[in-house]
């Protein structure tokens, strides 16, 4: 499965940005996908995700603000973020991955085979 993300830009904080993220080669309906991120010089870190049967779950940073959302016909995930706080600068990377449980996607890196390129979000204040 290949992953393209996009979307990303700068934005003042309180804004909405929606990122979205293709992906190509085969169908990832079958498929745990979700977001991660990386702020400038700092570690990688869970954003949300969703199993292929609709549960999601989200950082608690992000929880209330952010949305996640698949069209498993058009092969796309997105991830509506609204109320953007300059610290949701970051580097954000959709990803898909093998679904561990019914009940809950996986949350850790290591859980997800797939990653896209990344799209830059930048929200001043």
């Known amino acids: 499965v290949q992953l393209q993300a996009s979307g990303g830009g700068l934005v003042q904080a309180g804004g909405s940005l929606r990122l979205s993220c293709a992906a190509s080669?085969?169908?990832?309906?079958?498929?745990?996908v979700g977001w991660f991120r990386q702020p400038p010089g700092k570690e990688r870190e869970f954003v949300s995700a969703?199993?292929?049967?609709?549960?999601?779950d989200y950082a608690d940073s992000v929880r209330g603000r952010f949305t996640i959302s698949r069209d498993n016909p058009k092969n796309a995930v997105y991830l509506e973020m609204n109320g953007l706080k300059p610290e949701d600068t970051a580097t954000y990377y959709c990803?898909?991955?093998?679904?561990?449980?019914?009940?809950?996607?996986?949350?850790?890196?290591?859980?997800?085979?797939?990653w896209g390129q990344g799209t830059e979000v930048t929200v001043s204040s």
């Open positions: 990803v898909a991955g093998q679904d561990i449980s019914f009940t809950r996607p996986p949350t850790a890196a290591d859980e997800y085979d797939f």
């Open positions: 080669g085969r169908s990832f309906s079958g498929y745990a």
């Open positions: 969703m199993n292929q049967v609709g549960f999601t």
